[in-house]
């Protein structure tokens, strides 16, 4: 970027002068170098830093090009006056035209410069003063943070990464000093934990693994984990698992539509209730309990369908929410089960549909995405929703669905965001990155702004 605001000054100074050796002007160096050293004070990521390296050039040109627009004026006064023209080093030389003064075409030459290196700068600017930091950085595993979970108390969370461990954190009213309370290692390293979910007396935790087994602990004293029971792999790839709300049915699913329900009201002997086929195929990408446990949302490659699940044992399909997507990574209720939303990859959006009639669902609203929306989740009280997009977690305000506004941004991870909770009890979010890190935010501090 140094050469290209070099040769970007080099270049402007040679057609002003009409002089091919203007590269050659040793003077330029000290004008690009102090501009890029800012760069490490703003905490930017790779791609806002490669965008204010390219305003430094930008800027540096204009910098140059203004000060010989203005040695050239200066020039042409003297050579209309009679006086000598300026002798200061860099200045223009006398053209021998008389008369002329600042031209149009130095009006533009600047503002063609000067308006883009704006645009970009305000654009900078713009998102560093939405973008929140991190209340406390967890370093959680070693490689991705898979997944998180909150309890319902919001005192605890359970991680879930891909070296294996299942982590139960103790977390603070303010989410500053988060403490590991206890770890536990899966026996087989290439076959780790992916998902974890809490009853809702934060009594029994459950997390799946890649080959579909899933464990089922007794949460004791907060603070350790006692293995109950262990659910048997599938017979297809595991693509998903989620607990109802009182801890009492569990679901998973296969990439071959096939979903289980199974029943832990005794959870050291869990019972099949019942398996069942989704009714338009294709790949199962994610499954989700509505909070009230009556509604199960199956999202595949082909469509998000809804099923009545009020009787475990008598599963049946309620309605289809959307047919041909382009696939779906996650899918999840409001808190009133009033709202499904959904991300859709395949269109760069999340979609927010009214399901507050499980039998005729309606599209409320479309959150347009800048990249692949992997995750999404929604604040306790239903007014925000959480999306991951990339490497950064967005934020939209949906309190009138009518007009949703895009809220803050929060970064720092260096990998892909792959899993979001939000805590039932406050504005406190999680995010977990495939650099293992789990980054506590405090939504409420983009509330405030």
Same mark, same amino acid.
């Given at each position: 970027?140094?050469?290209?605001?070099?040769?970007?000054?080099?270049?402007?100074?040679?057609?002003?002068?009409?002089?091919?050796?203007?590269?050659?002007?040793?003077?330029?160096?000290?004008?690009?170098?102090?501009?890029?050293?800012?760069?490490?004070?703003?905490?930017?990521?790779?791609?806002?830093?490669?965008?204010?390296?390219?305003?430094?050039?930008?800027?540096?040109?204009?910098?140059?090009?203004?000060?010989?627009?203005?040695?050239?004026?200066?020039?042409?006064?003297?050579?209309?006056?009679?006086?000598?023209?300026?002798?200061?080093?860099?200045?223009?030389?006398?053209?021998?035209?008389?008369?002329?003064?600042?031209?149009?075409?130095?009006? =533009?030459?600047?503002?063609?410069?000067?308006?883009?290196?704006?645009?970009?700068?305000?654009?900078?600017?713009?998102?560093?003063?939405?973008?929140?930091?991190?209340?406390?950085?967890?370093?959680?595993?070693?490689?991705?943070?898979?997944?998180?979970?909150?309890?319902?108390?919001?005192?605890?969370?359970?991680?879930?990464?891909?070296?294996?461990?299942?982590?139960?954190?103790?977390?603070?009213?303010?989410?500053?000093?988060?403490?590991?309370?206890?770890?536990?290692?899966?026996?087989?390293?290439?076959?780790?934990?992916?998902? =974890?979910?809490?009853?809702?007396?934060?009594?029994?935790?459950?997390?799946?693994?890649?080959?579909?087994?899933?464990?089922?602990?007794?949460?004791?004293?907060?603070?350790?984990?006692?293995?109950?029971?262990?659910?048997?792999?599938?017979?297809?790839?595991?693509?998903?698992?989620?607990?109802?709300?009182?801890?009492?049915?569990?679901?998973?699913?296969?990439?071959?539509?096939?979903?289980?329900?199974?029943?832990?009201?005794?959870?050291?002997?869990?019972?099949?209730?019942?398996?069942?086929?989704?009714?338009?195929?294709?790949?199962?990408?994610?499954?989700?309990?509505?909070?009230?446990?009556?509604?199960?949302?199956?999202?595949?490659?082909?469509?998000?369908?809804?099923?009545?699940?009020?009787?475990?044992?008598?599963?049946?399909?309620?309605?289809?929410?959307?047919?041909?997507?382009?696939?779906?990574?996650?899918?999840?209720?409001?808190?009133?089960?009033?709202?499904?939303?959904?991300?859709?990859?395949?269109?760069?959006?999340?979609?927010?549909?009214?399901?507050?009639?499980?039998?005729?669902?309606?599209?409320?609203?479309?959150?347009?995405?800048?990249?692949?929306?992997?995750?999404?989740?929604?604040?306790?009280?239903?007014?925000?929703?959480?999306?991951?997009?990339?490497?950064?977690?967005?934020?939209?305000?949906?309190?009138?669905?009518?007009?949703?506004?895009?809220?803050?941004?929060?970064?720092?991870?260096?990998?892909?965001?792959?899993?979001?909770?939000?805590?039932?009890?406050?504005?406190?979010?999680?995010?977990?990155?495939?650099?293992?890190?789990?980054?506590?935010?405090?939504?409420?501090?983009?509330?405030?702004?």
């Amino acid at each position: 970027m140094i050469l290209v605001g070099l040769a970007a000054k080099g270049t402007l100074y040679s057609l002003a002068h009409d002089d091919i050796d203007g590269l050659n002007y040793f003077f330029q160096f000290p004008l690009a170098l102090p501009w890029l050293f800012l760069g490490f004070l703003l905490d930017l990521d790779d791609v806002e830093y490669a965008y204010f390296l390219a305003c430094c050039g930008v800027f540096n040109a204009l910098l140059i090009y203004a000060w010989l627009v203005l040695g050239r004026a200066q020039s042409r006064v003297a050579g209309g006056t009679g006086q000598p023209a300026s002798t200061d080093v860099g200045a223009a030389p006398v053209s021998g035209r008389q008369g002329h003064r600042f031209s149009r075409h130095d009006l =533009v030459g600047t503002l063609a410069v000067l308006v883009p290196l704006a645009a970009v700068a305000i654009t900078l600017i713009w998102r560093e003063a939405n973008e929140v930091d991190p209340v406390a950085t967890i370093a959680a595993h070693e490689g991705s943070a898979g997944a998180v979970a909150f309890s319902s108390d919001g005192r605890l969370l359970a991680s879930a990464g891909h070296d294996g461990a299942v982590r139960l954190w103790a977390v603070d009213q303010e989410a500053v000093h988060p403490q590991l309370l206890t770890s536990v290692i899966a026996d087989d390293f290439l076959n780790s934990y992916d998902k =974890v979910a809490f009853s809702g007396d934060h009594r029994i935790l459950v997390a799946s693994r890649y080959d579909g087994k899933v464990t089922i602990w007794n949460v004791v004293d907060s603070a350790t984990l006692t293995e109950s029971a262990t659910l048997p792999s599938n017979a297809g790839l595991f693509t998903g698992m989620d607990l109802r709300s009182d801890g009492k049915v569990l679901a998973k699913a296969t990439n071959d539509h096939t979903v289980q329900l199974w029943g832990l009201a005794d959870p050291a002997n869990p019972v099949r209730l019942a398996t069942f086929d989704a009714r338009r195929g294709g790949n199962i990408t994610a499954i989700t309990f509505g909070s009230n446990g009556r509604t199960l949302a199956i999202a595949s490659s082909v469509a998000v369908e809804l099923w009545n699940v009020a009787d475990p044992s008598r599963p049946t399909l309620a309605a289809v929410v959307a047919e041909s997507v382009g696939g779906v990574d996650d899918t999840v209720f409001g808190s009133d089960d009033a709202l499904l939303a959904v991300t859709q990859f395949g269109d760069h959006a999340v979609t927010l549909w009214d399901v507050s009639d499980p039998s005729r669902p309606r599209l409320a609203a479309t959150l347009p995405t800048d990249g692949r929306a992997l995750a999404v989740a929604f604040s306790p009280d239903r007014r925000t929703l959480a999306i991951a997009i990339d490497k950064a977690v967005r934020l939209w305000d949906i309190s009138d669905l009518q007009n949703p506004a895009e809220g803050a941004t929060f970064s720092g991870h260096d990998g892909w965001v792959g899993g979001l909770a939000f805590r039932p009890t406050g504005a406190i979010l999680a995010s977990t990155g495939d650099n293992g890190k789990i980054r506590l935010w405090n939504e409420s501090s983009f509330s405030a702004r």
